[in-house]
């Protein structure tokens, strides 16, 4: 529609605009029926848990789920594809292919552990996040050294600001658990730190979250219609002297969420030091572990 002539979109020509959006929870539990339909799951399997943990995908992404959980099934040996199957297949398809034969050496092994065992300790211990479904030193994709997967609970559509704060904070806490632990960080951490200005940034200048008042900053200049706005571009609607002041305010934001960071993890130390522990034994830890640890 981004591309039709606005004559073409006046009410009494092409009047009525039908949304496909992504599906939410119910939609992906019908999708799921309808792909499974040739394939033998186990007895145990639940299509509304399988939905429930597949949040943002489309229907492309779960027939490709679908497939993915088959032939991991297929390749065990088994006879009908399981809970298992799903959550691996999940994983697959969100964080990439594990890179077993990717041999780090053990002192990357050791910064990769203390760094997710950082992220997963605030994460469970900050009250408005995610819950955590799964912390790993095993290498995925092309970048991921390590990761931690943490699983919204429902589909959200709206976020508060303490809930962002919060998302920073689990950001934040691999770089800061290597910076407690070895004293010299790493690159390791880029990734974090870009989504975590970008949370700040985006709270200054589009969501009026901050000292500089409720006023947006930016004017987004996407198209509505288009999934992840075709190429996000935005027009500066402020003063150069603004833009300082901006600046100091991301940096102040970020400054606040380090310090408080930084108090949670000096105060869970021997947490930390037994989920990492566990991470270099067993290189995967699952959330009932990560409970039973903490």
């Not at 919204?152 to 809930?163: A, C, F, I, Q, V």
């Not at 969501?207 to 198209?223: E, P, Q, T």
């Not at 869970?268 to 566990?278: F, G, P």
């Amino acid at each position: 529609p981004e591309t039709l002539d606005p004559a073409l979109l006046r009410p009494g020509r092409f009047d009525r605009h039908v949304l496909v959006d992504r599906p939410d929870v119910g939609g992906r539990e019908e999708i799921l029926k309808v792909h499974v339909k040739n394939v033998k799951l186990d007895d145990i399997v639940d299509l509304k848990e399988v939905a429930s943990i597949t949040s943002g995908f489309v229907g492309a992404d779960l027939a490709n789920l679908v497939n993915e959980a088959t032939l991991l099934a297929a390749r065990a040996g088994k006879t009908a594809v399981g809970i298992d199957e799903f959550n691996e297949a999940v994983e697959r398809v969100t964080a990439g292919l594990e890179k077993k034969n990717r041999v780090m050496n053990e002192d990357e092994k050791i910064r990769v552990a203390y760094h997710e065992a950082g992220h997963a300790l605030v994460a469970t211990a900050l009250p408005n996040t995610d819950p955590v479904h799964k912390v790993s030193i095993i290498p995925r994709g092309i970048a991921a050294l390590g990761y931690t997967m943490q699983r919204p609970e429902g589909d959200r559509y709206l976020m508060t600001k303490s809930e962002l704060e919060s998302r920073m904070k689990v950001l934040l806490a691999g770089t800061l658990t290597e910076e407690m632990i070895f004293t010299d960080i790493s690159t390791g951490a880029q990734n974090d730190l870009e989504r975590c200005t970008e949370i700040a940034r985006s709270m200054v200048m589009d969501y009026g979250m901050s000292r500089l008042g409720r006023v947006n900053y930016r004017k987004s200049a996407s198209s509505p219609f288009l999934a992840g706005g075709g190429g996000e571009t935005y027009q500066v609607s402020h003063s150069e002297e603004m833009a300082k002041l901006i600046d100091k305010e991301v940096a102040r934001i970020l400054d606040d969420a380090l310090t408080q960071t930084r108090d949670i993890l000096e105060q869970r130390r021997e947490a930390l030091e037994a989920v990492t522990q566990k991470l270099l034994e067993v290189e995967s830890i699952d959330n009932v572990e990560l409970k039973r640890l903490l």
